[in-house]
Every structure is written in C-alpha cells, then in structure tokens.
C-alpha cells in the first residue's frame, strides 16, 4: 500500500513488484519490460510482458499456458546480473519449479517468496530458506487455526474413500487445480484400487509434466468415446471449475471431493456440500509460515496476499518490521482455479 | 463420546439423508440408555447448563495454542465458530480419554459451582486426552450451539426407525419441557402413556409457500383463506388448571404473557388452541417490530403492557375436553374453535377471520390488501385436511405477498465468516440523497456463491480505504435490495429501518445515477410503516 520509502531495493507499484535499478519486475499483474516469475499459477503469471525469466523446470508449464512468449529460464542457484543487481532462483517447494527470487544489490539482500510451503512433496523441488535482510512473504493460511497432517496422513485418507466408493460401485471424484495440485494428488493416489480419469485441464498439465521426465501414475483423459460405465469404482481427478459442472454430472452414482487447505474449516466444506474435504494445501500452515520467516532471519517483513493486516500485527508483536503490502495475488481458492478459461471446456 | 464424535462426523461428511439417518440408527444402536437419551436432548436443542464461561475457554485455548488472544479471536472471527476455533488451534493430544458422552457432560456439570482455577484444570486435562472431533463435540456441549446438519426431523425419524414406532408419536413424545435430568430414556420413549406432561404441546404443523398460482390447487369450494398474521405463531394449553404458552420454537414463554394467564381459569381443561400471538391495540395489528422490541425485555412492564399488548389471533383447535382432535378435519375443527371462542369470551382471544370467496381471483385482490392489515399475506387450507406434523406438502399453503423492493448501491463490504470465511458476503448499501450516498441497511444473503465470489475479487480491487474488517468500497455497484417491511428509526442516519432486508438481485445492468433515493424511502415509510 504505502512505500516505505522511495530507497527499497523492491517497490509495490501499481504494475507489480518492482525493483528500479534492475528495471525488472516480479510477477507483474501489468504487462512490463522485464518480469521474473515465481511459478505458472495464474496470479503470478500473466499474459503480455515483453520478456519472462522462470525456473527451468518451470518453464514449459508457463510456456505451455502463455502460449509463444519470450521466455528465458534459469537453474536454480544460478546467478543472473541485471544492471549490477544480482538475481538467483531458489527452491519454493510450492508446485514443480516454483521459486523463491533472491535479490542482491550494494550488499542488501530481499526474497520475494511468491507462494511457498516447507513440507517436502516430492514433486516440488523441497523448499530451501534463504537469507535475507527482507522478505516478502505471503500469508494465504496465516492463522493458527490452519495445522496440516503430514501428507502420506492424508493420502491414507484419500485412498480409503476412493476404497470405500469403489467398494459401493461409485465414481471418486476430487478436485484440485490443475497445476501442481492435481499431479500431488496423483503420485499419491493408490493404483491398486482402480483407473485414474484424469479432466482436460489436468492431463494437459500432467502432458507437460511428462515431457519434463516427471514419473506420475498411469492416467486416462475423460473423453466422449468412453462409456459411462466404465466410471463406476475408479476415480476422476479434475480442476475446481468442474465442479457441479454439466461435465461432472455425467459421472454417476458419484462421491465428490475437495482438497485444499481451505477444508480445514466446516463453514467451507458445507458450503461446498461435498461428502468429503480433504486437508490438502501447497501453502505453509500456520507453523510454517513462522517457521520459514524465522529461518530467513530477516529483520524486514512484507505481507502480500492472505490474512496480510493479522499477520502483520502479529509480527509487528513478535518485534520484527513488517507492513502489509496491496497485491493482486489471490492465493489458493476452492471456487475458482488456475486454469486459463480456454482449457476449462472438455466435454465428453 | 468417540461413538457420539464419530456420529458427528459422520453426519457432517454426508448431505444424503439416507445416509445421515442410517449413520443415526447405528449410533442408536450402540450406544446405552444414558447415552442415547443425551444424544436425543443435543439433537433437539437442551444442552446442559453452561458450567463455564466461553470468556474463560478462549483465553485458556490462546494459551495453550501460545497465541496472544486477540489472534484467537481473529481465528474465531475467520472460522465463525468458538467450539470449532478451540478445536483447531490447540496442540495435538498428549494421551487418549475413554469416557462416554453422559460421562463428559456429567464432568461438566460437576463443574458448576467450582472455582475457574478447577474449571479450567478439568477443562484442559479434557483437551489433552481428545482429538479433534471429540473436542469439538466437547465444547459444543459447554458453548451450546449445535448445529451437526441433522435437523430434528431426521434424528426423529431414526429414532423411530430404531425403536419400531411411528415418526409421529416419536415427535410428540419428544416435545415439551422434558430434560435429560427429569426424565430416563424408558420413560420418554418407550413408556405407554407419553400425555402424562400435561404442558406437553403438539408438533406445529407447518405451511408450504405457495410458488404457483391458487387457480392450481382447483376447486375454490375445497378450501379455506385466512390472513397470515405477522406475529409468533403458538399453542395455548390449558390442562388440570395450568396454562402453558409454546412458542414455534419450542419455547415455553408463559411468562412473557401475563395477558393469557386469565385463559387458566376460563378456557376448559384440556383446550389447546393453535393461534398467532399477535401484538394488537385499538381493533388492529401493530407491527411485528412492536413485539420484537418487547420479547427483547427480562421483564414485562406495565409499560410494556400498554404499549404492546397482544392477543392471540386463533387459527385451529387442536385439543378438546382432553380429545386430540388432529385427524379430524379442518372445517370440523373450525366449528368447535368457533364454539370455544363464543363461549369463553376473552378480548386476547380473536377468531382468525375466514375470507369469504367464490372465485380464486378475489383471493389474489385480498394478497393485495395485506400490507393494509399489517398482514403477511394469505393462509390457503383445505378443508379437509387433518393436523399434521412440521412441514409436509399439499393441504396448507402459505402465499406471501411480493417483497418491497429499492435499487441500493454498495459502500462498504466486510468478509463474512463460517460458511463464508474469505468472501466478502456482508454489504452495507445507501441510496441519493441530493448528491450523497447515504447508507441506509446492512445486507448479507441472497446472492449465489457464484456472484459472491466475483464480488469479492471487485471489493479487492475497489477498495479505497480499509476500517479493521471493513472496506469502503468504490459505489460502482447497485443491488435490489428486498424487505418486508419499513419502520421509523431515530438510531439510523437514514431514519429508517427496514425488515429483513436481503439482496434480491445484482443490478449489472444498473449505473449508479439509478439507485432509488431517500425520498423514495420516505414515501415507502409514509406509506407501509
Ligand atoms: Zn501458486
Ligand atoms: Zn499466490
């Protein structure tokens, strides 16, 4: 919202995080020169910049969404020299390739975090914390109400409802975005219990991710040619758009599910009305999140997207400088996904 | 208490009713007398006295969880319940309880006269040994409030289901002012002769609102109109000397009608009369905000007395000389009603007057009058029909009139919370006045989650300046606003206060310079207040 003061190393403008000397700016919401990208959801990488720079095993998500743009990447760890700013990617453990982006000048260093989470996935490269003087962090699930089960806890879960439906002759289907979610599910999904059908949305990903030589589950996209009753027993992955959708309604007798960290909350998962939510985020829980700034050792603190003005007071009582800064990142949401409305339509 | 927090999972993981009754009979089905027997009471709202103050819990949750506690009560600002925020923020167990349902809620009971410093020992060691659902069941039973998306009706029906018997005599059974502490499962449920509570009421039979036109129920000649009266709708027994007064909620609110407590001696024993409990002064009505107003009050002055007297605007005579006259039919019931009014004259006691009509186009023409007799609209039964119980379709249909309506535009936006955490849901909206926006009502539903979703990314990028949870927001956006009725009020700047204000649609095809003005609200005001 306010600029501390005209001197920082990364400034909040309308357009974007923005550092002047560099002339470089950081998951930009306004079409800009140069941006640098912390990973391909749709908040944080947008249409019409003039040049990308995004992490190597980012890239072609973020080429395959934005279609033929300028895009460079880079290796996480490698620097980069812009006009005497030095710029290095580093592991966000958010999705595949995601980055944390280091930004050194005159001896002052900042991170911008974009979305990150501590728990090592094993499809994400695992979180790495960096040093620094100020970190901008986000704070989608920054209450400590939000407390995540060790993912295989999780998984267990899942696989017994997919188990228990199959065992009823139901279709399981869950969602989750297409990005990064949707591929998490999947390597954690039990392929003894019956076929994974996979949304439009979701193969293309899973496509890419392929290409990139990610082992992921064997998985079949819904298409027209398939009979209804080959559904029953197995599950269907898809994005959060197709929920209720007239696609979804073709599979039936059905139990729906969500996971995201939002299903932490009763409220969200009966307004929802789906049988199951399943606590799932790629966001940092509560004790991450202050576990991770505290690694950082960072004596600044900016808040982007999330519960920004509690978190800040928060840190402002833990004696840290902090400021709530105004985005246009939008976090995780169980209402709308990331996919680009374009690759939301498969119909059967 | 692990059956009775898995039941509540249960119920909370499934929308089929199928499956939430099913879930109900098995836990019936495993658990004892005492266990049941609370289960039942938790389902139809008598929760244990509160033994401890949630002023006490929160703080002692902030502590445990090591948050300072204005978090906490950000937390439960963000998750819109107390029960569930202390559920969440505490560290994980430390051991395992094994007690039973009737156990915990005996626990807390013993806690009642004891010093916070033991309260607070009891409550945390529970805390300790529980994981999250058996938490969350535990403070629910001290903070009151359950809500375990099972109505009533479903765990009646499982009840019912599980013991053998009619869903019907299994509602009666468990009206009335019975309590865990008064009576044992045996007795309530399974003993001959449930009519030994002589305040027991009978299950209210509900009306359906009517979405098509009347012409569509066919005959005129099969049915009887009334108005819908603007009050609260109650059941006024006389039994053995005694008067009770229940409310639709299940409420025995006796006391709060010292008008009806003459009706003791005059009205036969064993008379039970269905009735709206209707604020009414000088030969007519006064407005629902009148008995609001006086519900609200610990005590019912003489002043009170004068300005908000009510009556009861009878509608149907459910019991007579101690004979349940339910089954019988409509126009029968009507007569004796007729009777026992004429011949226990009481000026509380007024006959709910019968449109006479012969065609269903003079009915249309009498909805029309309503708001002239401060009423809601018309009662449509038919004259047939027995008195059934809660809300079944067919023989009683309710048909409101149109709300009032006016185009508002949005100020501020605040983010709701449960259901609605994260979504800006609560609107605060102004009319013209000259070349001011001046606010005028809240409103919070009414919208899709759909639309409540897009305005909320409009509220993020509109915002113009930040209050705590409120946001002024750019006016840009005009919603018709409902309601159903429109007082004067000297505590709004607007000065006036509407009735269950509600958006009724989202205005995209409306600009601003559109929006209704304060003097338009003024003439509504003159007009319907
Ligand atoms: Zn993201
Ligand atoms: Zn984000």
Redesign the interface.
Same mark, same amino acid.
């Not at chain 1, 209450?143 to 407390?147: F, I």
């Given at each position: 919202m306010k600029h501390k003061s005209s001197t920082d190393l990364l400034q909040f403008t309308p357009k974007g995080i923005w550092c002047p000397p560099a002339d470089v700016y950081i998951d930009p919401w306004r079409p800009v020169k140069k941006a640098m990208i912390t990973h391909g959801h749709a908040d944080h990488s947008r249409y019409g910049h003039r040049s990308y720079l995004a992490s190597t095993t980012a890239g072609p998500a973020i080429k395959y969404r934005l279609g033929d743009i300028n895009l460079q990447t880079i290796n996480f760890g490698e620097k980069i020299n812009v006009n005497g700013v030095q710029f290095s990617f580093h592991p966000a453990g958010h999705i595949l390739g995601s980055a944390q982006i280091r930004v050194e000048h005159k001896g002052e260093v900042w991170v911008a975090s974009g979305d990150y989470k501590l728990e090592d996935d094993g499809l994400a490269e695992a979180f790495e914390p960096v040093k620094c003087h100020t970190f901008i962090t986000e704070s989608t699930f920054g209450?400590?109400?939000? #407390?995540w089960q060790p993912q295989e806890a999780v998984f267990a879960d899942i696989n017994d409802w997919w188990r228990k439906n199959a065992a009823e002759g139901k279709v399981s289907f869950i969602t989750g975005y297409s990005l990064g979610k949707a591929q998490r599910i999947l390597q954690g999904l039990d392929s003894s219990i019956g076929k994974i059908y996979t949304h439009g949305a979701v193969e293309n990903i899973n496509e890419v991710m392929r290409l990139q030589g990610i082992p992921l589950p064997d998985t079949i996209r819904v298409t027209g040619d398939i009979s209804s009753k080959d559904y029953p027993t197995n599950l269907v992955l898809a994005p959060p758009s197709a929920l209720n959708s007239a696609w979804m309604k073709k599979f039936k007798p059905i139990s729906i599910a969500i996971a995201s960290g939002?299903m932490?909350?009763?409220?969200?998962?009966?307004?929802k009305?789906?049988?199951?939510g399943f606590v799932l985020s790629d966001h940092v829980d509560w004790k991450d999140l202050n576990k991770a700034i505290e690694a950082t050792e960072a004596s600044r603190v900016i808040v982007t997207h999330g519960?920004t003005?509690?978190y800040t007071?928060?840190l402002l009582?833990l004696g840290l400088d902090a400021e709530a800064a105004q985005t246009?990142f939008?976090g995780e949401s169980i #209402?709308?996904d990331d996919t680009p409305s374009d690759e939301k339509d498969t119909t059967l | 208490m692990k059956n009775f927090a898995e039941l509540f999972t249960q119920l909370d993981q499934t929308t089929k009713t199928l499956k939430k009754v099913a879930a109900l009979v098995d836990f019936f089905e495993r658990a004892n007398d005492e266990d049941r027997l609370w289960a039942i009471a938790i389902l139809s709202h008598r929760r244990p006295k509160r033994t401890v103050k949630t002023s006490l819990m929160r703080v002692w949750a902030a502590e445990l969880a090591g948050v300072p506690l204005w978090l906490f009560e950000e937390s439960y600002h963000v998750v819109g319940d107390l029960a569930e925020t202390i559920a969440l923020v505490l560290p994980p167990p430390t051991t395992r309880h094994d007690a039973s349902l009737s156990d915990w809620i005996a626990v807390i009971k013993s806690l009642e006269k004891q010093e916070d410093a033991l309260k607070k020992e009891v409550v945390v060691k529970a805390w300790e040994g529980m994981a999250y659902p058996e938490r969350f069941v535990f403070n629910k039973l001290i903070t009151g409030g359950f809500r375990v998306g099972v109505s009533q009706k479903l765990m009646m029906r499982a009840l019912a289901q599980f013991e053998g018997q009619e869903e019907n005599s299994i509602a009666h059974r468990l009206m009335g002012n019975w309590t865990p502490d008064n009576t044992t499962y045996e007795e309530l449920i399974r003993s001959e002769n449930p009519l030994d509570d002589v305040s027991r009421p009978y299950p209210f039979y509900l009306a359906y609102a009517l979405e098509s036109e009347p012409a569509t129920l066919g005959d005129p000649a099969n049915w009887q109109v009334e108005r819908k009266w603007d009050g609260i709708r109650g059941q006024v027994i006389v039994r053995e000397g005694n008067l009770f007064v229940w409310s639709r909620g299940e409420e025995l609110v006796t006391d709060k009608f010292p008008e009806y407590h003459h009706l003791a001696d005059l009205l036969p024993d064993g008379t039970v009369i269905d009735g709206e409990i209707l604020p009414y002064k000088a030969g007519q009505p006064l407005t629902f905000n009148v008995l609001q107003t006086r519900i609200g009050r610990k005590n019912v002055t003489k002043k009170i007395l004068e300005s908000a007297p009510v009556v009861l605007m009878c509608y149907d005579l459910l019991e007579l000389e101690g004979e349940d006259l339910r089954t019988r039919p409509l126009q029968q019931r009507r007569k004796l009603l007729e009777k026992v009014v004429k011949e226990n004259p009481s000026e509380v006691l007024l006959l709910s007057e019968v449109i006479q009509f012969s065609e269903w186009e003079q009915t249309a023409e009498e909805r029309a009058n309503s708001r002239q007799h401060l009423s809601e609209g018309l009662m449509i039964k038919k004259l047939d029909s027995s008195y059934r119980s809660g809300r079944k379709k067919g023989d009683w249909w309710k048909w409101k009139i149109d709300p009032l309506t006016i185009d508002a535009v949005m100020i501020y936006a605040q983010q709701g919370h449960g259901r609605r955490a994260n979504l800006y849901t609560d609107y605060t909206f102004a009319v013209w006045n000259d070349e001011e926006l001046v606010p005028f009502t809240k409103a919070y539903s009414g919208l899709t989650d759909k639309e409540f979703n897009k305005i909320t990314a409009w509220v993020r990028k509109n915002t113009k300046e930040r209050f705590g949870p409120v946001r002024s927001v750019k006016p840009e956006l005009v919603f018709e606003i409902a309601f159903e009725g429109i007082n004067a009020s000297s505590r709004h700047k607007s000065g006036v206060a509407l009735r269950f204000p509600r958006m009724l649609r989202w205005r995209t095809d409306k600009k601003i310079e559109e929006a209704n003005t304060l003097a338009d609200l003024k003439s509504m005001l003159e007009l319907y207040g």
């Open positions: 209450l400590p109400v939000y #407390d939002w932490t909350l009763r409220g969200a998962r009966r307004r009305a789906v049988e199951r519960y003005s509690i007071k928060y009582e246009e939008t #209402d709308e | -």
